[in-house]
Nanobody, 116 residues
């Protein structure tokens, strides 16, 4: 089993920054990919960023140049650095882990609110 614990959400003004963390524990020796989704009321779930086991990263067009996904294997933690935040970024952010056996695990979600 795998557990993902998220932290780092909060309330920021437009143009501000937040850093989300996703700490993984348990049977995490067979990771294929990790990443972040976000979900806002009345909007479709959006894949924000991914990082593969080989270190390849991808970011949605809506966040390119502003968000950066990274991982620290020594800490079993994935991060999402969010800069130049916009009100449109307001959502619950969920991290996920997809393993070699075809299973997907989800974090509990963390709220990000960008508002004046």
């Amino acid at each position: 089993q795998v557990q993902l614990v998220e932290s780092g959400g909060g309330l920021v003004q437009p143009g501000g920054s937040l850093r989300l963390s996703c700490a993984a524990s348990g049977s995490i020796s067979s990771i294929v990919a990790m990443g972040w989704y976000r979900q806002a009321p009345g909007k479709q779930r959006e894949l924000v960023a991914t990082v593969t086991s080989g270190g390849t990263t991808n970011h949605a067009d809506s966040v390119k140049g502003r968000f950066t996904v990274s991982r620290d294997n020594t800490k079993n933690t994935m991060y999402l650095q969010m800069n130049s935040l916009k009100p449109e970024d307001t959502a619950v952010y969920y991290c996920y882990l997809h393993n070699f056996y075809g299973l997907t695990y989800w974090g509990q979600g963390t709220q990000v609110t960008v508002s004046s």
